[in-house]
């Protein structure tokens, strides 16, 4: 399977690139289709590193809107646990192909999930064509018996996932230390290591989490963390607005990703914008994230990177607490290497997307800071995964049937309103 892109403009060069068993085989101005190669035209288009999804629930799209404006354990205790009760895997699976769509549409190319019924989300991401870390939220309710339970069932799907091939990576996924008893989240980083796998939890999201975590354990977060072996260069934490000082040492000394997810803090009001400065200065791998399309309420990462911007602007005050090209890094996975980014270059995975050079809001010129503070996912005309076209000419296959039955679903479980609902 082969893939040649013609006259696409790369750093204000035109050149070509072709892709043969999704890896970037050449690039640059010489480059040229061979016979039997699909042709992708970018004559009017500019060529990208795909973006990365560094947190998110793909399937919650099927809850976008539904219980917007609450609290954060007001939302989640009396809508969202209560509608996921009623989910299936059909379900699990027609919410997740409206995620990839609309993470094709805006020029995602891989994420990383935290979902129920994930052998569904790996079936979704497969018939996509996009690739991601799934797992399932491991939640005992602090109680190390039904722990044991959680454990058999994800050692089950850890099993499952892993035959999957190479679109998914299987991940092991505590909610978070809040709903998750101390042998449980020992098991899971003991599963991490032993297999090789990441582990990605939510930390520190909320400050309740400080205090709630002192009362049980008498340490910090970070702390219990490191206690358990869950600190450590294949972690994501997802937020991490609430570390302090010493919290911010630990992490960085053991390696872990910290990804930020800047619409999803605002819009359940955490209380504290991301510590961006205090994560470089200790070099702190930092990645972007939505979180779930019902607390966001959109997946589109070229929206969520200038909110990363400017709120980090904002909390300095000082226009360059965070420049374009390190917002634009950070998006596309370059400042946090585990999230699984990769650049545009011959010998990786043939990634990435075209955006229209014509689009008003990238004119004229100053591409990263058109692409940071103007564009969104609108901008994007192609996406590519694996060297396979998954969006071409701003069309995706089968986008029909896959907003119908994932409307269908959401209506079945009842969180839909009226008017979507005749
Ligand atoms: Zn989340």
């Not at 969006?391 to 049937?401: A, C, F, L, P, S």
């Amino acid at each position: 399977m082969s893939l040649a892109v013609v006259g696409a403009n790369l750093d204000g060069a035109r050149v070509g690139l072709r892709a043969v068993d999704g890896v970037i085989v050449a690039l640059g101005p010489d480059v040229e289709p061979e016979p039997g190669d699909e042709v992708l035209d970018g004559s009017a288009h500019i060529l990208l590193p795909g973006l990365v999804n560094g947190h998110t629930h793909a399937a919650m799209t099927l809850f976008r809107g539904y219980g917007s404006d609450l609290g954060l354990m007001e939302w989640l205790e009396q809508r969202i646990w209560p509608a996921e009760g009623r989910l299936d895997d059909d379900a699990v699976y027609w919410g997740t192909r409206l995620a990839c769509l609309e993470m094709i549409r805006s020029g995602t190319v891989r994420f990383w999930d935290m979902y129920w019924h994930p052998e569904a989300v790996a079936r979704a991401v497969q018939d996509s064509g996009v690739r991601a870390s799934v797992g399932f939220p491991l939640v005992d309710g602090m109680d190390p018996e039904r722990g044991k339970q959680v454990q058999a069932e994800g050692e089950r799907t850890l099993d499952a996932l892993a035959e999957l091939g190479p679109h998914i990576t299987p991940s092991l996924t505590p909610h978070a230390i809040y709903t998750v008893s101390e042998p449980t989240l020992e098991w899971a980083a003991g599963q991490a290591a032993d297999r090789g796998l990441p582990l990605h939890l939510h930390f520190l999201e909320i400050e309740d989490e400080i205090s709630g975590c002192e009362t049980r354990y008498g340490i910090r977060p970070a702390e219990l963390l490191d206690r358990v072996g869950a600190l450590g260069p294949n972690t994501v934490l997802a937020h991490g607005v609430w570390m302090d000082q010493p919290e911010l040492e630990l992490v960085a000394e053991r390696g872990a990703t910290v990804v930020t997810n800047p619409a999803s803090n605002l819009k359940l009001a955490v209380g504290r914008i991301f510590p961006y400065e205090a994560m470089r200065a200790h070099g702190i791998p930092v990645g972007l994230g939505t979180d779930g399309a019902a607390s966001n309420n959109s997946l589109d990462l070229l929206a969520e990177v200038k909110l990363l911007a400017l709120l980090q602007k904002h909390r300095q005050r000082d226009p360059k607490a965070m420049p374009a090209e390190e917002a634009w890094a950070i998006a596309t996975g370059a400042q946090a290497p585990l999230l699984g980014g990769t650049p545009l270059a011959v010998g990786q995975p043939a990634d990435f997307v075209l955006v229209r050079e014509q689009a008003p809001a990238l004119e004229p010129g100053h591409l990263v800071a058109n692409l940071v503070y103007a564009a969104t996912g609108e901008v994007v005309d192609a996406t590519v995964v694996d060297g396979q076209v998954l969006m071409r000419d701003g069309v995706v296959e089968g986008e029909e049937e896959i907003v119908a039955r994932a409307r269908e679903c959401a209506r079945r479980l009842g969180v839909t309103d009226e008017r979507s609902s005749d």
